[in-house]
């Protein structure tokens, strides 16, 4: 099956730097990577997400990168700020529409 | 905003109790879902249900678990008889179509089995 790894699992920033979270997959079949915050105590929200037809995708301050050779895709925030600290988590889905996911980065953004 | 809603938000069992976990997703999705997330590990998933069966499950998915859909509202997670390692958070989460591969997820059930 698919297998997801995330790095780094920890990121602290000073406020207004940037933040880049990388992920591996597996499955060649992967074609769908959503990418989700969690804050403590709340269930994971969507960010933003990659198609496999697609290299990159910007959202305001998110950006994604997938590069199919490779299998591997990453987020970037730019200009991050306090309210950006949260548990970021990777997925992938190979079209079976069942996520895997990454283990998760906690980011933290000094002030 | 529509949101996927989870009660109870925590849970305090007894271990070989039965527990019925509740979900209300978005009205007009079609796909449902179920992960958990053991403490300090990734979120996995559990159970996709379509068209009132299952469609897909992992193998953590054994025959204590089981799923529903009673009415046109909710969708529930059953545990026959609890164990330790059933202790996590678990979220449910729908998606509107067979099209569309977004997931929105509830906010979790912290489940403890003691």
Known sequence: GENVEQHPSTLSVQEGDSAVIKCTYSDSASNYFPW????????????????????????????????????????????????????????????????????GTRLQVQP | EPEVTQTPSHQVTQMGQEVILRCVPISNHLYFYWYRQILGQKV???????????????????????VERPDGSNFTL??????????????????????????????GTRLLVL
């Open chain 1, 36 to 103: 989700y915050k969690q804050e403590l105590g709340k269930g994971p929200q969507l960010i933003i997400d990659i198609r496999s037809n697609v290299g990159e995708k910007k959202d305001q301050r998110i950006a994604v990168t997938l590069n199919k050779t490779a299998k591997h895709f990453s987020l970037h925030i730019t200009e991050t700020q306090p309210e950006d600290s949260a548990v970021y988590f990777c997925a992938a889905d190979t079209g079976r529409r069942a996520l895997t996911f990454g283990s």
């Open chain 2, 44 to 66: 996995e998933f559990l159970v996709s249900f379509y068209n009132n069966e299952i469609s897909e499950k992992s193998e953590i998915f054994d025959d204590q678990f089981s």
């Open chain 2, 78 to 107: 059953k545990i026959r008889s609890t164990k330790l390692e059933d202790s996590a958070m678990y979220f449910c989460a729908s998606r509107i179509s067979g099209g569309q591969e977004t997931q929105y997820f509830g906010p």
